[in-house]
């Protein structure tokens, strides 16, 4: 499976704008920052948006999933969103 084919993707919850500043709209608009976390079957970590860092929740099937997710993320910092879709999910 690739990451592209969990329900949900690409994400499109991130966070809330600081005073002034504004909210991406779509995943295309943001780079990967850091993975803050992994909270059950979710993945928290930050993205770039212009010259915000906006924090994003993205919720996947089982915790096993969400932190096989956060390692993708790790390994692909500073990339485009959308430019992990095509990565393959690790099997068991």
């Known amino acids: 499976m690739k990451v592209r084919d969990l329900t949900g993707w690409p994400p499109s919850n991130f966070g809330s704008k600081g005073i002034g500043g504004t909210i991406p709209t779509h995943a295309q608009q943001v780079t990967i920052g850091n993975v803050l976390n992994t909270l059950d079957n979710n993945v928290f970590f930050s993205c770039g948006y212009g010259n915000q860092t906006v924090t994003c929740c993205f919720f996947v099937s089982d915790a096993t999933i969400a ?24 099997a068991d």
């Open 67 to 90: 932190k096989k997710i956060a390692s993708i993320l790790e390994e692909h910092k500073g990339e485009n969103l959308l430019s992990i879709a095509h990565v393959e999910i690790p």
